[in-house]
């Protein structure tokens, strides 16, 4: 059992605004940043936010992160059907000494 | 352009060993820290172990710890993870993946392998 929880699962319609949490604790996403990945059907992760809010090059604006004290979230905007994917957050945990992952979060679009 | 490329998977009794590797191209690998990332059928992603770009520094998951040894070549630009003790439990794809900074303690990768299966059964 993952120790940062995030819903198994999030729907919108297209054009909709969607936010997913992640919940840690202090010696993870207390402490730490938090990154998210999206991972399409059948392919590899895909790094979608770093350092709590910071989007790589070529990710599109629509995604944004936040994070305060030992949550953060995941907003989506504009929701599109190629949106569609599995989403997880992630942190260095300090107690464990080891990064985790939440459990993931399915994202359907109506 | 960074590419990962995994290879080493296959199908293993429980008990037995595998050795994976990575062959990294496309940046100066000694720069980066590496991981290995895992996701069981149908599951999520847990990560499994790290190590820092020198390769001095290494972690461990406490699901493989003692079982599993994460190592690395900078001269042939190779990642491994040496797994032993395998378990029906360890059945999972295995991704490589890239750090952003040197030191391994650190859950942001930006390049991701393919993934290499790995299956535990008798």
């Known amino acids: 059992q993952s120790v940062v929880t995030q819903p198994p699962s999030a729907s919108g319609t297209p054009g909709q605004r969607v936010t997913i949490s992640c919940s840690g604790s202090?010696?993870?996403?207390?402490?730490?940043?938090v990154n998210w990945y999206q991972q399409l059907p059948g392919t590899a992760p895909k790094l979608l936010i770093y350092?709590?809010?910071q989007r790589p090059s070529g990710v599109s604006d629509r995604f944004s992160g936040s994070k305060s004290g030992t949550s953060a979230s995941l907003a989506i905007s504009g929701l599109q059907s190629g949106d569609e994917a599995d989403y997880y957050c992630?942190?260095?945990?300090?107690?464990?000494?080891?990064?985790?992952f939440g459990g993931g979060t399915q994202l359907t679009v109506l | 352009e960074v590419q990962l490329l995994e290879s080493g998977g296959g199908l293993v009794q429980p008990g037995g060993s595998l050795r994976l590797s990575c062959v990294a191209s496309?940046?100066?690998?000694?720069?980066?820290?590496m991981s290995w990332v895992r996701q069981a059928p149908g599951k999520g992603l847990e990560w499994v172990s790290a190590i820092s770009g020198s390769g001095d520094s290494t972690y461990y998951a406490d699901s493989v710890k003692g079982r599993f040894t994460i190592s690395r070549d900078n001269s042939k630009k190779t990642l491994s993870l040496q797994m032993n003790s395998l378990k029906a439990e360890d059945t999972a794809v295995y991704y490589c993946?890239?750090?952003?900074?040197?030191?391994?303690?650190?859950?942001?990768?930006?390049?991701w392998g393919q993934g290499t299966q790995v299956t535990v059964s008798s």
């Open positions: 350092g709590n809010d």
């Open positions: 992630a942190a260095w945990d300090d107690s464990l000494n080891g990064a985790v």
């Open positions: 496309g940046f100066t690998f000694s720069n980066y820290a």
């Open positions: 202090s010696s993870s996403i207390g402490t730490n940043n």
């Open positions: 993946a890239k750090s952003t900074v040197v030191f391994g303690r650190s859950s942001r990768s930006d390049s």
